[in-house]
């Protein structure tokens, strides 16, 4: 066996000798059901660990998370984890987090073939093409890639006020926040990209459903 995962499974004994020795009774009560306030969409990137760069606890977020925090519509996978989060825990916030030095969205700005996730990517493909005007103008290839990033998580915020989850929420009152973040891998600080939306009238009219 591996050191590393040897390591691991001792790591999870340790883990739960410092939980009981802080509470008692911390795993009788999570066992009871998850009332989490939160669902984070976020990236597969191995350096963005929702929980821990928020400082949460088990139970305090649901988590989705993909290559390049995708909202694709017809994503059964991320359909059912919104459903779930909205209609059944309730959840008041969602957070789309992306990251500075997505390796998808690098991959998405240029050409070269990396296998099946090349049809993944043109969902990101497809953000580029609605604004390559403003993208394009940017010479500097880095932060055109950070402006890629920013622009990729603002349409994801859209794409999830798109769904018919999100504006049916809307509609029976439900409160409901989406935000965008964006997190830098290099200082740990996440920043709110201030995406607001809390009202299918904030999106273009040919999306806006009616109940
Ligand atoms: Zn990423």
Same mark, same amino acid.
Not at 91 to 96: E, F, P, R, W
Not at 184 to 190: A, C, K, R, T
């Given at each position: ?125 497809? &953000?580029?093409?609605?604004? /390559? *005007?403003? +993208? #394009? ?57 201030? &995406?607001?939306?809390?009202? /299918? *009238?904030? +999106? #273009? ?7």
């Amino acid at each position: 066996m591996s050191d590393f995962y040897k390591k691991i499974l001792d790591n999870n004994k340790q883990w739960v000798v410092d939980a009981l020795e802080k509470d008692p009774n911390f795993f009788a009560d999570l066992a009871k059901g998850q009332t989490p306030p939160l669902l984070w969409i976020g990236c597969s990137d191995s350096r963005v660990p929702a929980n821990e760069i928020i400082g949460a606890k088990p139970g305090e977020v649901f988590v989705h998370r993909n290559i390049a925090n995708m909202v694709v519509h017809s994503d059964m996978n991320m359909l059912s984890v919104l459903d779930y989060a909205v209609n059944v825990l309730k959840v008041k916030h969602v957070i789309v987090c992306g990251h500075y030095g997505c390796g998808g969205v690098k991959a998405a700005m240029g050409n070269q073939s990396i296998g099946i996730i090349d049809n993944w990517i043109r969902h990101i493909k497809d &953000v580029y093409r609605l604004h /390559n *005007t403003y +993208l #394009d103008s940017i010479e500097d290839e880095t932060e055109r890639f950070n402006a890629f990033v920013e622009i990729n998580i603002k349409e994801q915020v859209f794409d999830l006020s798109k769904t018919s989850i999100v504006q049916a929420a809307w509609k029976s009152g439900q409160a409901l926040s989406i935000h965008g973040w964006v997190y830098g891998l290099n200082s740990g600080f996440v920043t709110d990209l201030e &995406v607001n939306i809390s009202s /299918n *009238t904030d +999106l #273009d009219e040919v999306f806006q459903l009616q109940f």
